[in-house]
């Protein structure tokens, strides 16, 4: 561990805070576009800072988006290259009411910084940033080659950094990622995530009548495309929720068993996460399956939106000439997207109902990653990890989808090691979204300690 | 058959035509706000026509929304009461850019009137004015004791009839009532609608999480509203269109043979049906039942609307938090509708699935009506309606719902004789509604035939 660093890192705090603070201040909002300019000005600030902390080469990317900021150091000759991935862009705030502060004035209470965008992801981008700047401070030079890639499009989609990573392989090469956009297990855990579920997202529309029909005239002799969708779906799952699908579980590997039984001893409380998380009467999935299992490493099929005819308030009797159900399979790691969506749309055409016509429109498709846990660069995370945060690390997966980990597996080849300094309870995407302020620290001290480690780690 | 009416009739053909064309001008549109001087214009201009036609105690009856109007002929000691129903509202005329000519601007081609409200319903109602008017002229007075009473609110629910009818039996009292509210059944075959369909229309509500959950975090444990109702809905009818709620099929009778034997000689083309009416590609429905079977006088249960989740453009990873659908269930005569909702209840409290909550609203609900064939108003409609238009009745059913004809069997006991002049093409609540403009001297001369020879019935 490096105490120069770590010293250095303390004697910053108050500085280091007041520039995280500058930096959400920019309400650097994606999705609107009256926050365009935002945008930019939170990717020049990130490619500043950069400069600042000794970074060379910096780059603002135009895209047809929003602008990717690129930075590398390439002075350390035989030793191993990190590529760090963050994304400067954020969720809006809605609803505004529900803040206790301003969003975009971020605001400590309880040793919690609250403000759009604290965790996701600025903090701990800034995170990054700060050990860079430690490190060569502390020792004029960096441990090990550095590139930075910064999106501003994580939160809608995140179309122009997957077009770029393909198209630049040479540039971006290096011997394992870095994203810190997760979070601990729980308080005071050190984390490391090493799978993560990939994504088949799908619309399948069913059209029936030509034009809505009156439902008195015709009910009884036209197809109705409503129900003609729910017969679809309730054929596709059944009700204790294994998917019946033909062949979607065939590439499934379960967890080994040293993996699952490692689980047991995390602190998971099936009721309390039934009560204060799902907040419903009952947990479903398969059975036989611990919810950890369900949720990290099985493949799920779930309908996230349906919507057909009249939805209005009151009473209309139409039958409707279609509807429209957004679908999702959640892929674990060794299924292939495309056997997925081969296998949907030959279930779609074999059970469609009678007079019934459907089509599947494919939105997105990723596989899922699992990461070695035995490569070098996880294992010194895993080391240093614990080191800082006093207690060992543990393993988790996410039934969640970073795509760009994905990306970076498929176009690069290289592992990420996902190494998240945010709490379960941050409320990304909601109102009052926080960063623990001690985790903003810690996780510049422990990024700083795995580029250390990792440097001579060769 | 009166002679004298039909010369009148035909001496006034041109103003009788430019009196409906002044009726269509008023656009008496019930559901928008900015037309509500136009309903008011309407029901006073129907009043006014109802006292030139020689009714007296002629009221416009202010109610919570819009006004009814009344009139009474009573001088006729010994004969029957018919009490007329119909409706001066229409319904908007969007798309506006789809009508040939404006909608309000009464135009004649191919000897079609083309306008909203044409035939649905100011047409019709006022060829039972112009009827009166004629038997008034050449008679001095009216064959039977006469009552009329004509809503405002007849495409927005009918709210305000349906509660003055049960608080009004004195005042309404009647041996039948006479509406012209339906359609021949083809061109030149005078039809007498002697069966209704039911409905009882419901919205059921399914929750599940206490709020939307990410399906990546929570897909495989958390349970999913939209597939709670798709599990539901699935189990409700299958596959054949067989309604699979216990009790439902209890109390249906069947048509009596003779009146399924006249039904196989109308001219149905059930290709035809499918390919200009349906437009889908089969049809659907119970098996071993002709499809006029299964459309007038089988109970079938739709989904009319659906909606859950996200279902905007794009994707969105979520498990909501609830989902709606709108159901209804048509009846056929004898049918309960409250023991309906009943099965229908204590079959979603059943096949709920686990983790979701369900609630089932009652939105309407009112029994199918079966007019009795030997009713001596329907024996005189069926002859009169023949010889006017020189071939025999035929007797038909509608799956669909006219609330009205239940209420006064109900509160009134009292059948309607349901003789339309509309054609099955004309374009109800569509872009270019028309009536066939012989079709409204046909339907004055047969109301006034249909008034003379009940008259002399009794």
């Known amino acids: 561990m490096s105490q120069p660093a770590h010293q250095f890192i303390e004697q910053n705090r108050e500085r280091f805070l007041e520039e995280l603070k500058e930096f959400i201040r920019i309400p650097s909002i994606s999705t609107l576009p009256e ?137 971006l090469k290096a011997d394992v990622a870095l994203v810190s956009d997760t979070a601990l297990y729980a308080e005071g855990m050190p ?120 939805t209005g308030a009151g009473a209309k009797t139409v039958i409707p000439a279609k509807a429209t159900a957004k679908v999702s399979i959640r892929l674990v790691p060794r299924q292939d997207p495309e056997k997925v969506i081969a296998a949907v749309r030959e279930f779609v055409r074999k059970k469609t109902p009678k007079g019934i016509r459907t089509e599947v429109r494919v939105l997105s498709a990723a596989p899922g990653v699992l990461v070695n846990p035995d490569h070098p660069a996880v294992h010194v995370a895993a080391k240093v990890f614990g080191e800082v945060f006093g207690r060992p690390t543990v393993f988790i997966r996410s039934g969640g989808s970073i795509p760009i980990v994905g990306e970076f597996a498929k176009h690069l080849g290289i592992p990420t090691v996902l190494m998240g300094f945010g709490l379960p309870d941050d409320g990304l995407h909601s109102p009052n979204e926080k960063f623990r302020l001690e985790n903003f620290y810690l996780g510049i001290k422990t990024v700083s300690s795995f580029l250390e480690e990792y440097g001579q780690n060769r």
Chains 1, 2 share one sequence.
């Open 35 to 171: 926050n365009q300019g935002d945008i930019q000005r939170a990717a020049r600030f990130v490619g500043e800072r950069l400069t600042g902390a000794g970074m060379e080469n910096v780059e603002v990317i135009p895209t047809g988006s929003h602008p990717l900021v690129y930075a590398d150091w390439l002075h350390a000759p035989g030793k191993p290259t990190v590529l760090c991935y963050g994304h400067y862009d954020v969720q809006p705030p809605d609803p505004v009411e529900e803040w206790v502060s301003p969003p975009f004035e971020p605001t400590l209470r309880d040793g919690n910084l609250y403000a759009r965008g604290a965790v996701d992801d600025k903090g701990q981008l800034y995170a990054h940033i700060k050990a860079v700047e430690a490190l060569r401070a502390v020792n004029g030079s960096l441990p090990v080659n550095l590139k930075f890639l910064i999106e501003g499009e994580e939160e809608v989609g995140g179309a122009s950094i997957s077009k770029y990573v393909p198209q630049n392989p040479e540039k």
């Open 191 to 310: 984390t490391l995530c090493i799978g993560l579920r990939g994504l088949v997202y799908m619309e399948i529309e069913a059209t029936g009548p030509s034009r809505d029909l009156h439902s008195g005239l015709y009910g009884g002799a036209a197809p109705n495309p409503i129900f003609g969708l729910v017969e679809l779906l309730s054929k596709a799952k059944n009700s204790r929720g294994v998917i019946q699908i033909p062949g979607i579980y065939d590439d499934v590997e379960p967890p080994a068993p040293a993996e699952l039984e490692s689980w047991t001893s995390l602190p998971f409380n099936e009721k309390e996460f039934l009560k204060k998380e799902v907040g419903a009467s009952k947990l479903t999935g398969e059975p036989g399956r611990s919810v950890l299992e369900r949720v990290w490493a099985r493949p799920t099929l779930e309908v996230h939106g349906i919507a057909g005819g009249f």
